[in-house]
Nanobody, 125 residues
């Protein structure tokens, strides 16, 4: 059974940085794609970035390009989302999600079968 546990959310000032972590377990198939999504109050869930455990290929939504970096530590079974230059559009609950054997990376939420509980990111001065 796939389990995902997020951590690292919190309060940060505009322009500041945060690093989110997603510890995963229960991966039994050839490879998985692990993604970060976010959802702000009153808004639809939005894909942020994803990474493949097959070859660490990454994919970013336009809103994340240039500011966010996704990476993976295969020893710690953890995926990170480094978020820099946070601004007022970024506050949301950030979720980690995973899907097995997704050959072409995308951020279509219904494809992701497993989800974490989320971690809150707040940007405020």
């Amino acid at each position: 059974q796939v389990q995902l546990v997020e951590s690292g959310g919190g309060l940060v000032q505009p322009g500041g940085s945060l690093r989110l972590s997603c510890e995963y377990s229960g991966f039994t198939l050839d490879f998985y794609v692990i993604a970060w999504f976010r959802q702000a109050p009153g808004k639809e869930r939005e894909g942020v970035s994803c990474i493949s455990t097959r070859d660490d290929t990454t994919y970013y939504a336009d809103s994340a390009k240039g500011r966010f970096t996704i990476s993976r530590d295969n020893v710690k079974n953890t995926v990170y989302l480094q978020m820099n230059n946070l601004h007022p559009d970024d506050p949301a609950v950030y979720y980690c999600a995973a899907v097995a054997k997704l050959w072409y990376l995308d951020l279509i939420s219904w494809k992701y079968a497993s989800w974490g509980q989320g971690t809150q990111v707040t940007v405020s001065s």
